[in-house]
């Protein structure tokens, strides 16, 4: 069973969460709005939304629910939500570690997982900002599923959809080394020689995998060096 409730207008579906939680006995509660004020991405980041244009989407997902390590519990979720638009779009979705949304060498989608203790009962927070209708970005490397692919896509079934698909995988999580296996399969830039920014240098290097710690392996000139996030930025 899930619940998924709508907000008009909110500052952060990651911060509003906690209220609807207290609504049903659900495992899987979501709460979703198209006109977020204040959104957050990785590590202190801002995540700025164009209203009526774009998805701001929370799933409270009780940590009972999942038998694996959160890192391999967030990869799996990059891996779900990357399936669900490329099945959506017809095209490629690969993801750049470790869990924004790539479409066509654009970001269209970044997530953000917390993990909260919420009425005594412990939750991942996985927070969802996916671009769908918006035409014009600030960033050079953003973009949308319209400007990707030129399709319009309905606001409210396009949630909806992503809900019932992502509860359903949530539901059925697979063992460790197929969760590895997917994730690494769509990593973006995955064996490609690519430019990476380490502290102020630059190298270039080639991504080899992710592990199951959550950091990147990446083939560097001295080497085969691990990294975790914000260790180490790809530029593309």
């Not at 990651?14 to 939680?21: A, G, R, S, Y």
């Not at 009972?64 to 979720?77: E, G, H, I, Q, W």
Request: with cysteine; net charge neutral.
């Amino acid at each position: 069973m899930s619940e998924l409730f709508y907000l008009k207008e909110c500052s952060s579906t990651n911060d509003e969460i906690p209220k609807f939680l207290l609504y049903g006995g659900s495992d899987f509660v979501s709460l979703y709005t198209f006109n977020q004020t204040k959104g957050r991405g990785q590590y202190g980041n801002s995540w700025a939304s164009a209203p009526e244009q774009n998805l701001a989407y929370t799933l409270a997902v009780n940590t009972l629910n999942s038998n694996v390590p959160d890192s391999l519990f967030n990869y799996y979720t990059a891996s779900s939500i990357r399936e669900f638009l490329a099945n959506l779009t017809g095209n490629p979705v690969k993801i750049k570690w470790p869990n924004d949304i790539i479409l066509k060498n654009k970001k269209i989608a970044g997530i953000l997982i917390e993990k909260k203790k919420i009425h005594n009962q412990n939750y991942f927070i996985i927070g969802a900002g996916i671009n769908i209708l918006q035409e014009k970005f600030e960033i050079p490397n953003a973009g949308s599923l319209l400007t990707q692919v030129g399709k319009h896509f309905d606001l409210k079934t396009f949630t909806t959809q992503l809900h019932d698909f992502l509860t359903e995988k949530l539901n059925h999580i697979p063992s460790e080394r197929e969760i590895m296996d997917e994730f690494n399969a769509n990593l973006f830039r995955k064996d490609e020689i690519s430019v990476f920014e380490i502290g102020k240098e630059r190298q270039n290097g080639i991504i080899r995998s992710a592990d199951e710690k959550g950091e990147i392996r990446i083939e560097l000139e001295d080497g085969l060096k691990s990294f975790y996030h914000k260790e180490i930025k790809l530029l593309y």
